[in-house]
């Protein structure tokens, strides 16, 4: 046996003979419920695209399509030493990146703070005071007695946000379970700026950013062949660049038509007028059902957050049908709760090896209390790889409806999240979608490839911050509101 390599994974087959008649039937019609095929796949890239331009328009339309005022892509060359700051839901990270002489290399070192849950719901001055804290806590650890003056800063502040200036936000809502009175509707910069002053921290705020805007300058930093930044995670979101020309919305500006300007497309919200998304009825309980129904038509079916939810609502359905028999005489009212389940159980379901799903009985124990028979998880395995695999061939949608509108015949595309990095088969799945929308001939190798992107909430921002700087210095002043310490 010498010489064969490392051994395989267990492969596994599963085999429906002996599953019963109610039990396949059932399968058969969620196979059919579930599975989107390359036509339908094309006719909502398709209406994708339209639904990108319309956002650009003066009139708007579903999706946002958010002009960011990064005004093009890094070089490799940029130098300096930057400060972002990343605040997420659960943490703050503070991180401070130095952009070497070598090109496309950095060096970065950061701390992480808890966000405690009473700030989500407390005052706007006691957020900003705590902000202020932790930046306060990092210099005077790393930069102690150095008298440091104007550190650039790049916030990455991932909340749907309206920008005039890249050094200015208005916040239209909070989301990740903040609810801070007196921040919606108003620009986050000055309270945040006061905070700095108040304490005499030597850090100048060169740009507010958005992740997948990070996400897409950070990647193209390290591969100049990244031109889509994405990220499908609890949400699903995408940026790519757009020659000014093209956004009718900033025509007033005169700006070069042929500069280009980073578009932060918050497309989570597509078709929320349901024209052409392939929907359930359980993709419509959970809109029905959810905080704002009738928003993020598109996120609802692709996102992490929802995946373990249609999942639960199915064999909720299943288990209330008197025609077929599953989970019989078990106790279901951990399954009744809504979001009991979240994408990483159909993750596990999808990951197990073993020829009778014996770690998906186990899951289904440990989690739900009910015990199952191998009918019911051949079904239920199946279930997960249905949702998962149309989770997957939607997503795929939104990179082609960017690559039609841009024209772009071959890419890559910076990719991020919790369901792209985590959720078995996601990547390859997306890849025969493109490849299935975009028309390529058989034998051809991948045009448009999806890659694990670089850190787009520390790198990203500081490259945008970086990249501020460099236009005052040229005198391209366009989006830039306070250039005072930046230069």
């Known amino acids: 046996m010498v010489g064969l390599g490392a051994r395989k994974p267990p492969s596994r087959r599963g085999s429906m003979a002996d599953v019963p008649k109610d039990l396949l039937e059932q399968i058969k019609e969620l196979e059919r419920l579930f599975t989107v095929d390359g036509a339908k796949l094309k006719e909502v890239t398709n209406h994708f695209v339209k639904e990108l331009e319309k956002g650009l328009s003066v009139e708007g339309g579903s999706i946002p399509m958010n002009t960011t005022w990064v005004m093009g892509y890094p070089t490799g060359d940029e130098t300096g030493t930057f400060l972002a700051l990343d605040m997420g839901g659960t943490n703050l990270r503070v991180c401070e990146i130095v952009l070497s002489d070598e090109k496309g290399l950095y060096d970065i070192i950061q701390s992480k703070y808890r966000m405690p849950e009473e700030l989500k719901s407390g005052d706007a001055e006691e957020l900003w005071e705590y902000i202020a804290d932790c930046l306060q806590q990092f210099i005077e650890y790393h930069h102690e007695d150095e008298g440091l003056t104007n550190i650039p800063l790049g916030f990455t502040f991932s909340y749907p946000a309206t920008q005039d200036y890249i050094d200015h936000g208005v916040l239209q809502r909070w989301t990740k379970g903040f609810d801070i009175a007196g921040v919606e509707g108003k620009d986050v910069v000055p309270p945040f700026e006061a905070a700095l002053k108040k304490r005499g921290l030597p850090i100048k705020l060169a740009a507010l950013i958005n992740d997948t805007t990070g996400t897409l300058i950070a990647s193209s930093y390290t591969d100049s062949a990244m031109k889509i930044g994405c990220i499908f ?16 919305k900033i025509a007033h500006m005169n700006l070069p038509p042929d500069m280009p300007i980073a578009i932060n497309c918050e497309y989570g919200a597509f078709d929320n007028e349901h024209v052409v998304l392939p929907r359930t009825a359980f993709d419509i309980v959970i809109d029905r059902d959810s905080p704002r ?95 998962g695999t149309r989770a997957a061939r939607l997503s795929a949608c939104g990179v082609a409806a960017i690559c039609k509108k841009k024209e772009i015949k071959s890419c890559h595309v910076g990719a991020d999240g919790s369901v792209f990095n985590k959720y078995p088969h996601f990547k390859a799945r997306g890849a025969v979608a493109l490849r299935e929308i975009l028309d390529w001939k058989k034998g051809e190798k991948d045009q448009v490839i999806l890659s694990a992107a670089e850190d787009g909430s520390g790198v990203g921002a500081a490259l945008i911050a970086a990249l501020t700087i460099k236009r005052i210095k040229e005198g391209n002043l366009a989006g830039i509101r306070n250039t005072e310490g930046l230069v």
């Open 233 to 248: 995670g609890t949400g699903c979101n995408a940026a790519y660049m757009e020659n000014c020309g093209s956004v009718p």
């Open 293 to 387: 129904p009738g928003q993020q038509a598109f996120e609802k079916m692709i996102a992490g957050l929802y995946l373990g939810e249609i999942f639960r609502l199915v064999l909720v359905d299943l288990h209330e049908n008197k025609n077929v028999s599953i989970f019989k005489d078990q106790d279901i009212s951990k399954l009744k709760k809504a979001y009991t389940l979240d994408s990483s159980f159909l993750s596990m379901i999808e990951e197990d090896p073993f020829e009778n799903l014996s770690e998906t009985h186990d899951l289904f124990l440990a989690k739900l209390g009910i015990t199952t028979n191998k009918p019911e998880l051949e079904l239920c395995r199946r279930l997960a790889e249905l949702i």
